[in-house]
Antibody
Framework: EVQLLESGGGLVQPGGSLRLSCVVS????????MGWVRQAPGKGLEWVSA????????HYADSVKGRFTISRDNSKNTLYLQMNSLRAEDTAVYYC????????????WGQGTLVTVSS | QTVVTQEPSFSVSPGGTVTLTCGLS?????????PSWYQQSPGQAPRTLIY???TRSSGVPDRFSGSILGNKAALTITGAQADDESDYYC??????????FGGGTKLTVL
């Protein structure tokens, strides 16, 4: 059974930092593109970032570019999202998801972790 | 900046058919955008319904179908049921490792 489990969310002050983790099981992590998608309270889904399977190429939405860094540790089956210079508008549930290379879609999703940016 | 458009809301009668669409501000949606559709109930993670325009994800009932209609991607629900009442999102791959979600459609079954 495919499982993705996010952690690391919480309350942080504006300008602060947080690192999210997503531990996966049930599929060959190193063979999948991985990504983060967020959802602000009462709002729609927003793609945040993705990292490729092999060469670890990274991509970001304009809204987080320069502030967020996605990375992966294939030996630990873990995906990360380092979030710096956090703003109130970054408040959201953050989901991790996987994608088979070349498929163009997000197949499996975690349950999400809530990040609240507030003073 | 690329914008993906969806109807904000839609209503369908039980047993009826509804088609939700997904458009692209910069032109036509094509298979190279790998249109996919997701269903999300309140407080739940998204569930993958359709990928590559028209392929149903494992376990998805065949009343859900995807297509490209004209210049948009489309999700059709045939024989809508009460538990189809959810939010529906499309996402398009716009190249260079970037995906863009639509704003979502809130579907009411009544």
């Amino acid at each position: 059974e495919v499982q993705l489990l996010e952690s690391g969310g919480g309350l942080v002050q504006p300008g602060g930092s947080l690192r999210l983790s997503c531990v996966v099981s049930g599929f060959t992590f190193s063979s999948y593109v991985m990504g983060w998608v967020r959802q602000a309270p009462g709002k729609g889904l927003e793609w945040v970032s993705a990292i490729s399977d092999s060469d670890a190429g990274t991509h970001y939405a304009d809204s987080v570019k320069g502030r967020f860094t996605i990375s992966r540790d294939n030996s630990k089956n873990t995906l990360y999202l380092q979030m710096n210079s956090l703003r109130a508008e970054d408040t959201a549930v953050y989901y991790c998801a996987n994608s088979r290379p070349g498929s163009g879609f997000w197949g499996h999703w975690g349950q999400g972790t809530l990040v609240t940016v507030s003073s | 900046q690329t914008v993906v458009t969806q109807e904000p809301s839609f209503s369908v009668s039980p047993g009826g058919t509804v088609t939700l669409t997904c458009g692209l501000s910069s032109g036509s949606v094509s298979t190279s955008n790998y249109p996919s559709w997701y269903q999300q109930s309140p407080g739940q993670a998204p569930r993958t319904l359709i990928y590559s325009s028209n392929t149903r994800s494992s376990g998805v009932p065949d009343r859900f179908s995807g297509s490209i209609l004209g210049n948009k991607a489309a999700l059709t629900i045939t024989g809508a049921q009460a538990d189809d009442e959810s939010d529906y999102y499309c996402v398009l791959y716009v190249g260079s490792g970037i995906w863009v979600f639509g704003g979502g459609t809130k579907l009411t079954v009544l």
